[in-house]
């Protein structure tokens, strides 16, 4: 059963959208939003597993929108403007779909979601091709992660000896999925970090235990619009 939220600053769009998903078989619209910022508010705690976000809107777009949607719950962007397309592959979104949405393409995207919903996540280990070929890393190894400073696509996982290993074209937001979202947690654009190894946590910035070569502990900044999911960790 796909349940979700709807998120378009135009209330006829809702209003559509809403029309056809009572449509399809197996489609539940659980809320329906036309202010971007009540949205991120409110959906950390609604039960829903699909959101449907339209990208241009005022005050926040779409795509600054669907960085604070937690992991769990799919996306499917739906715009006017084919110009955000590789903006929105590049957050790993389900499905990209061109206004004006017909009955069909919005099924062909809520069976992509329904595919992904239905795998099982791995929770102890992520297996990825590397820099040394395809390889299991157990998650409880991994202490940091960061965006390859040679290429972008690519991330690199410190494992708590020490050990690089980069991972090749992977995106932040499905490697996320791959990772217990417990034990990880996004602090900006280019890190991802064990929550155990966190001493200290400041409005700005993340000291670890992660020790660096003569110069003390590995150091990171907050992003700010990861602020606040990262404090609604420490407050569980």
Request: negative net charge.
């Amino acid at each position: 059963m796909i349940k979700c939220v709807i998120l378009d600053d135009e209330l006829l769009a809702i209003s559509y959208l809403k029309l056809l998903c009572e449509q399809i078989e197996n489609v539940e619209v659980v809320k329906a939003f036309n202010d971007p910022k009540v949205f991120v508010n409110e959906i950390g705690n609604i039960d829903c597993n699909v959101c449907i976000l339209d990208i241009e809107m005022p005050g926040m777009n779409g795509l600054q929108v669907a960085e604070l949607v937690p992991d769990s719950k799919k996306i499917i962007f739906t715009t006017a403007y084919k110009e955000y397309a590789a903006e929105a592959f590049d957050l790993n979104v389900v499905d990209y779909v061109r206004k004006p949405i017909k009955k069909e393409r919005l099924i062909q995207a809520f069976e992509k979601a329904m595919e992904l919903i239905s795998q099982k996540q791995k929770k102890d280990f992520i297996e990825w091709n590397t820099n040394i070929g395809k390889t299991v890393i157990f998650t409880e190894q991994i202490a940091y992660i960061k965006t390859s400073e040679i290429d972008s696509r690519d991330k690199d996982i410190i494992l708590k000896d020490g050990t690089t290993i980069v991972l090749k074209n992977l995106n932040f937001k499905n490697l996320l999925e791959m990772l217990p979202s417990k034990d990880f947690a996004q602090v900006n654009k280019k890190e991802i970090i064990a929550l155990s190894l966190i001493k200290v946590f400041s409005t700005n910035e993340i000291i670890t235990t992660i020790a660096i070569d003569n110069m003390g502990f590995l150091k990171v900044q907050v992003g700010e619009i990861y602020r606040k999911k990262l404090s609604h960790l420490f407050e569980k």
